[in-house]
């Protein structure tokens, strides 16, 4: 007579083997969706920097020096320049004033003159133009002025990831 089916060893071996193969593509599932969302926030926050960046320097670029001057403050408070009229050679004249009076203020006008702004809120770390575009999860602004040229670095977080982002601005130029 033969016998049929599996014994009680067979089907505990099989079962022991599935189970391991189960747990490790459990774990692998999950460790790949961990990763997508951390993929995602880079994604996120590289994008915000360099929105804000890029917003801060078509601001800059627009800038039009005739009878008019725009003011920009890091977010910080600590550097403050002012971009003026041009001088007799064409050049804008930028003065820097190092170590202003600091801020207290949960709000920065980061670039201020009649026809722009932009704000930047602390609190909830959100840089914002007057056309109500927002980017989030900047940390801080940084501007600088070196040689005819205007520096600026971001800084934006969320979580564990942190991305800096900088570029610089010839407002000589003619």
Known sequence: MKKRGFTLVELMITLAIFSIFSVYLYQ???????????????????????????????????????????????????????????????????????????????????????????????????LQDKDENKCSNIDSVDFSYKDGLIFIRISASEGNIQIKSSTAINVQAN
């Open 28 to 126: 692998t599932f999950f460790s790949q969706i961990r990763q997508s969302f951390n993929f995602k926030n880079n994604i996120d926050i590289q994008y915000n920097a360099n929105k804000a960046l890029n917003m801060l320097t078509d601001e800059i670029r627009n800038y039009d020096s005739v009878n008019d001057t725009k003011i920009l403050k890091s977010s910080d408070g600590d550097t403050v320049l002012r971009l003026g009229s041009r001088d007799e050679n064409g050049k804008i004249k930028v003065s820097t004033v190092s170590n202003a009076s600091g801020t207290n203020e949960d709000e920065i006008n980061l670039i201020s003159n009649a026809s722009s702004n932009i704000l930047y809120n602390i609190k909830s770390k959100v």
